[in-house]
């Protein structure tokens, strides 16, 4: 995967690709964030939310608030970053973290607070939990 800074991030459509069946989806994170006390991350977790229509500005900013403030809370996250998806999907949204490890982000994924904050997100989105896509990955070395 091809890694961008936020001024390089090719401006292409989201668009599904017939001929190799996969979707693509593009966006520009509105901040990059990085723990430079984690030299490598070896986990990142992608995570697709696509909110409601109906879902106000403020919502989805307090969403990413209190993704960030587990990004600065618990250990183990080395990035954050997250952005509306260009293109035809009105409300969707991406964010990304980095963890240094496959327990970290173990440890992330049954935490209180991610719990809490998930618990904030999921009735914001349009089909509740059935609609968040995540995908998980270890970077090529």
């Known amino acids: 995967m091809t890694q961008y800074n936020s001024h390089q991030l090719p401006t292409h459509p989201t668009h599904l690709n017939e001929n190799h069946k996969t979707f693509s989806i593009y966006y520009e994170p509105s901040q990059q964030f990085t723990n430079l006390s984690i030299e490598k991350t070896q986990i990142n977790h992608i995570v697709f939310l696509p909110f409601k229509s109906s ?27 997250y952005g509306k998806c260009e293109g035809s ?53």
């Open 55 to 81: 879902c106000t500005d403020e919502e989805i900013d307090q969403s990413f608030l209190q993704l960030k403030k587990l990004f600065n809370d618990l250990p183990g996250i080395s990035s954050f970053c």
């Open 89 to 141: 999907l009105e409300k969707s949204y991406v964010f990304e973290m980095g963890f240094s490890d496959k327990q970290a982000r173990d440890s992330y994924l049954t935490n209180d607070q991610h719990v809490k904050v998930a618990n904030y997100i999921i009735p914001l989105l349009e089909k509740g939990k059935e609609s968040i896509i995540v995908f998980d990955y270890s970077p090529s070395k």
